[in-house]
């Protein structure tokens, strides 16, 4: 193979991009934010190599994501750390999608401060972040037994 040549079809791979996705939920350590739920935006890049096909299980649907994503935050319970709830994000999305192989969210509180437009955090993983975190989750309710 020549120096120059892709190792697969499409280059380095692909990446769904999902820009400003709101979603109501119950987040924060403050008080007041234990009222209710409030919004998050979500900017989400989903990494995969697999050459996309419409009936190959190795399509990231951003639809699907979207979708499952909002459901999931609109129903669980409150989580007191925007880093919680990025990494809770993150765990679904390598459960859920075999294809993805990385991924970089951001999230944001929207207004949540006056004198800014929204504060947020961004996490980056690769599958091998999500398998280590797994791996410590499971020791550490063994270790709870």
């Not at 924060?28 to 050459?51: F, T």
């Not at 994501?65 to 909002?70: A, E, G, I, K």
């Amino acid at each position: 193979m020549k120096p120059f040549e892709p190792l697969e079809m499409g280059g380095r791979g692909w990446r769904v991009v999902v820009d400003e996705l709101i979603v109501q939920t119950r987040v924060g350590l403050y008080e007041h934010e234990h009222e209710g739920p409030q919004p998050v935006c979500i900017d989400a890049s989903l990494h995969y190599r697999a050459m996309p096909d419409e009936s190959d299980a190795g399509l990231i649907d951003y639809e699907a994501w979207c979708n499952r994503v909002s459901a999931f935050l609109e129903t669980k319970p409150h989580t007191r750390l925007l880093e919680t709830l990025a990494v809770e994000i993150a765990a679904l999305s390598f459960d859920e999608w075999p294809a993805l192989d990385a991924l970089t969210l951001t999230l944001h509180k929207p207004k949540i401060r006056p004198g800014t437009k929204r504060l947020g955090l961004e996490l980056d993983w690769r599958r091998a972040d999500h398998d280590a975190w797994q791996l410590r989750t499971a020791a550490g309710h063994a270790l709870a037994r």
